[in-house]
Nanobody, 117 residues
Framework: QVQLVESGGGLVQPGGSLRLSCAAS????????MGWYRQAPGKQRDVVAS???????NYVDSVRGRFTISRDNAKSTVYLQMDSLKPEDTAVYYC???????????WGQGTQVTVSS
């Protein structure tokens, strides 16, 4: 499995932008389906966006048109560009790597995103 390290979280005002990064170490990054999840206090962890090995992307309705997921296989990194941020986007954001060959999943440690004026 891969090891994942997220970065890029922080405090931003409503309407602002942040870019999260998730660097993976290990082998065969390009085969993984990568995803971003978030967990707000008292709520379950939910998927926000995902990108397959063929660059097919999917978004939860609440972020579609505002967030963009992308990957750079040469750098073994996945990104989440977040624009037009809203207070309800406040959460800990987690990176996930899913191996379709064996069903294994890895998680990063999470990065806090706070949207507040």
């Amino acid at each position: 499995q891969v090891q994942l390290v997220e970065s890029g979280g922080g405090l931003v005002q409503p309407g602002g932008s942040l870019r999260l990064s998730c660097a993976a170490s290990g082998r065969s990054f390009s085969i993984y389906t990568m995803g971003w999840y978030r967990q707000a206090p008292g709520k379950q962890r939910d998927v926000v966006a995902s990108i397959t090995s063929r660059d097919s992307t999917n978004y939860v309705d609440s972020v579609r048109g505002r967030f963009t997921i992308s990957r750079d296989n040469a750098k073994s990194t996945v990104y989440l560009q977040m624009d037009s941020l809203k207070p309800e986007d406040t959460a800990v954001y987690y990176c996930s790597a899913y191996n379709p060959l064996n069903g294994g999943r890895s998680w990063g440690q999470g990065t806090q995103v706070t949207v507040s004026s």
